[in-house]
């Protein structure tokens, strides 16, 4: 079947075997234009797997049944609804260990990625993250190249002898703006007298850490997992020191533009291993979906309902505890959907334990529990969500 294939898909299937796992590039220039062809060409090989990361559009369809096993590293809203289905499984996995993990038990023999010209070969565009650790660890490389993406990468070029060109577009990165309510900017208020001068901030993506960046009112490094829309009132205000990083790229289009030709998307291997050791003190301000008495964080989902993942989050937060001077923040609203946010008990296992979390913010204040036994952390826990007795 495979030699009836033609086009993209006939390029793709030349680029697998029987029995191989491909990996498809996320984020908002995850290459969703050859999301058909990747399908057709896996029925024409079969048995294959598919290894996939964010996904903010379907990278495929996944109600045909053509692949073997597909297993996702982030759920997000294209997989919610196959993961809560069992049509992908979530691999509850921490961003720092993907390196280790893409050289062994999850390695890839095919990726497919977004790429953007570059001297001497291809690029990754809006994000590099876990793709350059499969293109390190060995994978073959087909590219569908789009040159309506920012170059905006840190990592070094592909050569383009390691990359099969499967298809080339001119579409624009997805938007995926994260705009702040009260409820988010009434947190940050909390959250920025917490931030040190010339620290180095994470924030996590979404409403609350665009509405952390825009509110602080000193100059700061920005080191995120995410670089989304925040970054660009810290660069107008003149509060952005260096160049910002991140292993993606998430937002609008004003931030794409202001993107482009900017160092700014960087490996796992520098974002959220390497990069986290030293000074400057690490500022780490995450969200969760809720948290327990003890302030143990479930930023994963409820049950097989998974909404996000452990992601980088235990990477950050441990790093910002460890650090001098650094700080692990957990910021979240006190109620999501009418329902307190503060449990006895967590819906999902655990994303990060309750020694790696140092204050906790809500939009009523903020409570340190550094240096407190469990009987008094949930004691300001509870005063802090107004459950106390």
């Known amino acids: 079947m495979t030699s ?28 969703v234009g050859v999301a058909d062809a990747i399908a057709d060409a896996a029925e024409g090989v079969g048995d294959v797997s598919l290894l996939l990361g964010w996904c903010f559009e379907p990278p495929v369809d996944l109600s045909r049944p053509v692949f073997r096993d597909v297993r996702a590293l982030m759920g997000g809203p294209a997989l919610r609804g196959h993961l809560r289905d069992g049509r992908a499984r979530y691999v509850p996995v921490r ?32 994000e590099v993250g876990w793709q350059h650790e499969a293109v390190a660890a060995g994978a073959r490389v087909l590219a ?20 099969v060109v499967v298809a080339e577009t001119d579409r624009p990165p997805i938007e995926r703006p994260s705009p702040a309510d009260e409820t988010a900017r009434e947190i940050a208020r909390h959250v920025v007298p917490l931030v040190a001068e010339e620290a180095e901030v994470e924030v996590a993506p979404g409403p609350v850490g665009e509405a952390v960046l825009a509110a602080l009112d000193v100059p700061v490094r920005l080191h995120s997992g995410v670089v989304g829309d925040g970054v ?13 990083r991140g292993s993606y790229i998430v937002g609008g289009r004003d ?8 160092p700014i998307a960087a490996t796992i291997a520098e974002t959220h291993v390497a990069g986290l050791a030293g000074e ?16 143990t964080v479930n930023a994963q989902g409820w049950g097989a309902d998974v909404v996000g993942g452990v992601g980088g989050l235990p990477d950050f937060a441990s790093a910002a505890a460890r650090s001098p001077r650094g700080l692990s923040v957990i910021a979240l609203p006190t109620e999501r959907n009418g329902r307190p ?49």
């Open 232 to 244: 660009l009132s810290l660069a107008e205000r003149g509060l952005l020191r260096d160049e910002p």
């Open 95 to 126: 961003y720092g260990s993907l390196p280790a993990l893409l050289r062994g038990p999850l390695r890839v023999d095919t990726l497919v990625a977004a790429l953007v010209p570059a001297d001497g070969g291809f690029s990754f565009a809006t």
């Open 341 to 389: 946010t503060l449990v006895e008990r967590l819906s999902s296992p655990p994303s990060l334990v309750r020694s790696d979390v140092e204050v906790v913010v809500t939009e009523r204040g903020a409570a340190d529990l550094r240096g407190l036994a469990d009987e008094e952390r949930r004691e300001v826990l509870r005063d802090l969500w107004g459950s106390g007795t």
């Open 280 to 295: 400057p003190p690490l500022v780490a301000i995450n969200t969760a979906l809720e948290l327990d008495e003890l302030g």
């Open 4 to 31: 009836r294939l033609d086009g993209a898909a006939g390029r793709i299937a030349s680029g697998l075997r029987r029995g191989a796992r491909v990996a498809i590039g996320d984020g908002a220039g995850a290459p």
């Open 255 to 262: 931030l794409y533009r202001w993107a482009d030709g900017r």
């Open 144 to 163: 569908e190249v789009n040159h309506g993406l920012p170059r905006a990468a840190r990592a070094p070029a592909i050569p383009a002898d390691r990359v």
